[in-house]
């Protein structure tokens, strides 16, 4: 690999790994910030609470994340999971329900545990099957994604609205959406499988 691309890999690594582990905490603060404003303060106070809260949590990433950064392909597991689930909670609602983003949370487990497994020099056995394990929960977790979308449509409102559009119409029932969120979570999952399979592959080639 020549100089460029393993200078990219490196430098993407590590924006990607503070993102990741430093999101949380900042977004934590950010809405106790808010939380802290409503009980305590008045409303017009709240804008100025939330960037305070925001600013805590940045430094306190900048203060204790240095070391985990640096220790970040021997996390646990199941600390590795609490975060996609919180990204994926996230990104679902930040969309509105609309599980796009969420692919992106599926490449970046792809990314990391790539990374992952060249740093602890898996062999290619233990690499292709921990690969393939990642790629699988990323998908069974596209899939409970689009069930919240599908639970949110048929408690908030969507039975009955109507579907307009040049080539087809319809009326939302609730046999229709169970239908559209077991294709379209289905579809999803494949296609969140492939992605994250495929960001591991890419890395892989760009770091060897």
């Given at each position: 690999m020549n100089?460029?691309?393993d200078e990219f890999v490196r430098k993407a690594e590590t924006v990607i790994l503070w993102m990741l582990f430093g999101t949380p905490l900042a977004v934590i603060c950010f809405v106790a910030g808010?939380?802290?404003s409503v009980v305590?303060?008045?409303e017009k106070h709240i804008l100025a609470m939330v960037l305070a809260g925001l600013a805590v949590g940045i430094i306190l990433d900048a203060?204790?994340?240095g070391r985990p950064v640096k220790n970040a392909y021997?996390?646990?597991?199941k600390i590795l999971i609490a975060l996609y689930i919180f990204y994926s909670i996230g990104a679902l609602g930040f969309c509105m329900g609309v599980p796009i983003l969420n692919f992106g949370v599926g490449i970046v487990a792809g990314f990391y545990t790539a990374r992952e497994m060249q740093c602890t020099k898996a062999g290619r056995i233990q690499r292709d099957r921990n690969i393939k394990r990642t790629a699988i929960?990323?998908?069974v977790i596209m899939m409970a994604m689009c069930c919240l979308t599908g639970i949110w449509a048929l408690v908030g409102g969507m039975i009955g609205s109507e579907f307009e559009s040049p080539l087809l119409s319809f009326t939302f029932t609730a046999p229709i959406i169970i239908a559209m969120v077991i294709v379209g979570g289905v579809l999803l999952s494949l296609l969140q499988y492939?992605?994250?399979t495929t960001a591991a592959k890419i890395t892989f080639k760009l770091s060897t």
């Open positions: 100089y460029r691309s808010g939380f802290i305590l303060f008045d203060v204790f994340l021997r996390i646990n597991n929960f990323s998908a492939y992605l994250t």
